[in-house]
């Protein structure tokens, strides 16, 4: 006898039920169905979430993430990540959609985070000096920007 029901999504095709002696099952077709395959709470190795998991033969050590977020997550660590995490950081560098001009993260004297256009900087090393404010540089193709 179920004492704890829960239904999987909204179809309810799928349902997880607690027996009375704490034994976890999971029915693919729906309780009615009978069909049942015992399952088990889990810790997800990702997220550290509590989940509940299908026990089946051959799987073993598979199925240790709540989710295919977690699995993702632990197996390719290079996806999803932004900023300094992602393995594209090369010390911030960001295409602005407004223009499509390249602006890089820098920090000033003080320690302030600005985000600067690549074009000016580059002219700046090329200069040895600050641009002043109302000095522009100009693109390849000729085009005025700064
Ligand atoms: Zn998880």
Known sequence: ML?????????KIAVWGKDSSGQWWHFAYGVED?????AEHRKCA??????????????HGRGIYCSRICSN??????????????????????VRKRDGYV???????NGKTLWQLEHRLVMEKH???KLLPDETVHHKNGKQIG
């Open 73 to 94: 997550r632990a197996t390719k660590p290079m996806r999803g990540r932004t900023g300094k995490d992602s393995p594209n950081w090369k010390g911030g560098k960001h």
């Open 46 to 59: 990702g997220c550290g979430e509590k989940f509940l998991r299908r026990v089946s033969k051959g799987q």
């Open 3 to 11: 004492v704890e029901i829960i239904p999987v999504g909204e179809s």
């Open 34 to 38: 009978g069909r049942r395959g015992r």
């Open 103 to 109: 602006t890089l993260h820098t920090k000033d004297r």
């Open 127 to 129: 200069l040895g000096r």
